[in-house]
């Protein structure tokens, strides 16, 4: 499932301060990182974005503008070719997003920073001086917090800057809607990032109270105790029996009741089964890594499983809805 990862000269395009990333893909550094070293390292340099016209030939008529996002590929500089779009898109590149985070922080220790499906994404990730520990005294889970900067040069997603409980290595995600509470700054690509620094850091100051209110939810969660009929009755109504046994229906349905099981008391899961939260990360440990990709496609699981997916990150908060229902907290 590592595919996403884009590949050149046979090293995926990832970087990552001290810790390896799950799919082993990119170099891992020991030392810090400036912004120039973490994009060149990550192949995420000089890719000069820019719109270029679609060659048609003279038989060819186009009603609506039209035009092709091309980048230098990062191998070799031959034109490469990520999109077609309309003639209100404004490319980015890569160097002002990234650069837009430092003004964000003002130097902050950069962690992580990739290109996914052959360019067509890109993201990076800073520390942030914040954690949580859940059950100190017990399982001590640590859950650290980033800044999270990301966008697309096909269209396909915002320019983005986000506060998350999330290391971004295309792994695990929490995407938890809370109470209201604005976790992120969003900007279409018809528009650019001049004088946005002031709305941006206004939005993610008030990101802080939506990781008050994770630390709230996730500690009153992992300290809320369930039983196994609880659990139990937060997978059936989260997955409901089939009522027709319809192309092995009810099989695939056992299948995926039994793997849940596995995951909740499994080796990475078990020291927090028997609780809220570790009913909740069993389910979407099972959503993130273990569903079937459709038709072969591991980059939308990825995609998921890295918090990019709306569809993934809306199934995620119904199971969090669910598991609050059951267990009230």
């Known amino acids: 499932m590592a595919d996403a990862v884009e590949i050149i000269n046979g090293v995926g395009s990832f970087a990552s301060l001290r810790e390896p990333a799950w799919h082993g893909l990119g170099t891992v550094v020991q030392e810090e990182m ?31 503008p039209a035009f092709m996002v091309v980048r230098d590929h990062p ?12 003639d209100r898109y404004q490319v980015l590149q890569n160097e002002e997003l990234f650069s837009f985070a430092d003004y964000l922080l003002d130097g902050a220790r950069w962690e992580t920073a990739g290109s996914l499906k052959n360019g067509r994404q890109v993201f990076g990730s800073l520390a942030l001086e914040r954690e949580t520990v859940l059950d100190p ?16 040069h096909d269209g396909s997603m915002s320019v983005q800057a986000s506060v998350t409980p999330v290391r971004v290595v295309c792994a695990n995600t929490l995407a938890i809607a809370l109470s209201g ?34 630390d709230k939810l996730a500690k009153k969660m992992i300290e809320t105790e369930i039983t196994k009929s609880q659990f139990d009755e937060i997978v059936n109504l989260a997955y409901p029996r089939p009522e027709a046994d319809k192309k092995g229906a009810v099989k695939k349905w056992e299948n995926k009741i039994d793997l849940i099981e596995e995951i909740y008391v499994g080796e990475y899961n078990n020291m927090i089964a028997g609780t809220a939260w570790g009913a909740y990360n069993g389910l979407t440990e099972r959503l993130d890594w273990y569903r079937p990709a459709r038709g072969g496609n591991t980059e939308g699981i990825l995609a998921g499983a890295s918090g990019f997916d709306p569809v993934v990150n809306a199934e995620k908060n119904k199971l969090l809805s669910i598991v609050k229902q059951v267990v009230g907290v």
């Not at 005294?137 to 697309?152: I, K, M, P, Q, R």
């Not at 900007?187 to 209110?213: F, N, Q, V």
């Open 34 to 64: 400036s912004t120039s070293e973490i994009m060149k390292i990550a192949n995420l340099s000089n890719w000069n974005v820019r719109l270029e016209d679609i060659p048609l030939s003279d038989e060819y008529t186009m009603n609506k």
């Open 75 to 86: 191998e070799d500089k031959h034109p490469d070719v990520l999109a077609v779009v309309g």
């Open 137 to 152: 005294n017990g399982v001590a889970d640590v859950v650290n917090t980033y800044l999270l900067v990301n966008t697309s």
């Open 181 to 214: 509470a604005k976790q992120s700054f969003k900007m279409r690509h018809t528009s650019t990032l001049d004088g946005r620094i002031a709305g941006a850091r206004e939005a993610l100051g008030l990101a802080h109270t939506y990781m008050d209110e994770f």
